[in-house]
């Protein structure tokens, strides 16, 4: 496995020395630029967002670098080590992601997307408390309030 690591490593660094040491690219360079980056080793980092999606052997996972997300295609093995996906209710987990680039991906029906050959997690994701507005919650209860005055008073008019 440690070797598979620096091999892969030691080819980005060769291969694409500006893509190594920048520390990823950008969804918007990806995306403005799909023809150069096509069928090219990338690595792209954010927080996972949504589901991950099992399909066999493999599981789709979207990630978010603040601009756009990107879907990423990897392994079962390698989605494991997501704990907790980005929602209104958490942060995900912040991945760097060293994959193949495809602009229009023919094994899954020309969508823009990224096979992850390696991973590694940034940071771990966590869950938001969110605490009660308590100015929110009174202004709803002072509705509440007028409403249902005007509702009795609407009774008693008709009267």
């Not at 080819?11 to 520390?23: D, E, K, N």
């Not at 929602?87 to 987990?93: F, L, P, W």
């Not at 009174?138 to 005055?149: E, H, R, V």
Request: net charge positive.
């Amino acid at each position: 496995m440690f070797s598979r690591v620096l091999t892969l490593l030691i080819l980005t660094v060769t291969f694409c020395p500006g893509i190594a040491l920048s520390g990823g690219i950008s969804s918007e360079d990806l995306i403005r630029n799909a023809r150069q980056y096509d069928g090219k080793l990338v690595v792209y980092s954010g927080e996972v967002i949504g589901d991950v999606m099992n399909r066999g052997k493999f599981a789709w996972v979207n990630i978010n670098d603040g601009d756009n997300a990107i879907g990423i295609w990897m392994s079962i093995n390698l989605a494991k080590e997501i704990k907790i996906t980005g929602s209104y209710k958490s942060r995900g987990d912040i991945l760097e992601v060293t994959g193949i680039f495809n602009r229009a991906c023919l094994e899954h029906g020309g969508d823009l997307d990224i096979h992850a050959q390696a991973i590694r997690k940034v940071s771990n994701g966590r869950v938001i408390n969110q605490r009660l507005n308590i100015d929110k919650r009174n202004q709803s209860f002072i509705l509440l309030l007028i409403i249902f005055l005007t509702w009795i008073l609407t009774l008693f008019k008709k009267r």
